[in-house]
């Protein structure tokens, strides 16, 4: 079985790092968790998991089928955590743009802890 670095950037292997979250064989503990989770289903296109973390009273603005087209027409590159709290992650994603040009998404994130789970509300992003 070939272990390959997390897609988050912790160093840890998949299968023992962020693929537990997607399978639902673990819940995230924090914000920062949820957000490289996150993170790593955009790049791995699992669109289950990115609906599913997201809060039920933004869901109505996602779709499985739009999470998916999403994460299938960008290519990912990585993740940097500028910034954690209780509750919100400051980060920046690099990724390919259509000429093969680096760019950088920077959020500031916002989650909710409901019922024991961390979920996605919204963003803030910067220029």
């Known amino acids: 079985m070939d272990f390959i670095n997390c897609h988050c950037g912790s160093g840890i292997p998949f299968q023992h790092c962020c693929q537990p979250y997607h399978l639902k064989k673990k819940t995230a503990p924090t914000a920062e968790t949820l957000m490289r989770s996150r993170y790593s289903a955009f790049v791995v296109a699992d669109a289950d998991y990115l609906y599913e ?10 779709s499985k089928n739009g999470y998916r087209s999403s994460a299938k027409n960008t290519k990912w590159l990585k993740l940097e955590i500028v910034c954690a709290d209780f509750d919100v992650v400051k980060f920046k994603a690099y990724y390919l743009n259509r000429k093969f040009q680096t760019e950088v998404l920077h959020e500031k994130s916002n989650f909710r ?5 961390w979920y996605y509300v919204d963003g803030d992003f910067y220029s």
Do not use: A, I, P, Q
């Open 113 to 117: 802890l409901e019922d024991g789970k």
């Open 53 to 62: 973390t997201t809060h039920r009273s933004k869901r109505k603005n996602h």
